[in-house]
């Protein structure tokens, strides 16, 4: 008689571990299930940022490219300086090389706006030539009007060019 109740007591205590188990196993289900989601937002983010990050760079390139194309432009033919040319109308670029998703608008000032300055015996023209790149232009130009979406990218570079 002895035995059965032994047996019995030492089964009671394990029925109720059970349901101690079961919160248990349910409390760390829950708490992977939360660091597993947060550790996907993460890598989310890293992932949009990183190609934020090449989207901006590909941009300041689309920009630099297009001041090499006005620097050309103005300084490619030797003239006098007194028969320096004008400035170039506004320009949109698109289609680069490399850059087929980015346009850049250029808009170009001369100092003085007709004849020279001198410093000493030179005769110097000074050109100011602003560069904006973006990868989703309206209407062909940069910046892009209305609300940007979330993967737009500008960037607006300038060089002073004297001649």
Known sequence: MSTICLERSLRLPARRSLGFTMVSLLFILVALA???SALAAIATRQHLGAAS????ARA???????LEWAA???LRQP??????????ADTSLSALAGLTDYAVTLH?????????????????????VVANACNLPSAGACPAGGTPQPTYVERQLSWTLVR
Request: overall charge neutral; some cysteine; aromatic content about 8%.
């Open 72 to 74: 050309f432009q103005l």
């Open 108 to 128: 170009c000032s001369r100092t003085p706006s007709s004849g020279t300055l001198s410093d000493g015996s030179s005769q110097l023209v000074f050109y100011q």
């Open 53 to 56: 990050d090449l989207a901006s």
């Open 34 to 36: 939360v660091l597993g």
């Open 60 to 66: 300041a390139q689309a920009a630099r490219a297009g």
């Open 79 to 88: 003239a006098p300086p007194a028969a320096a040319p004008a400035c170039f």
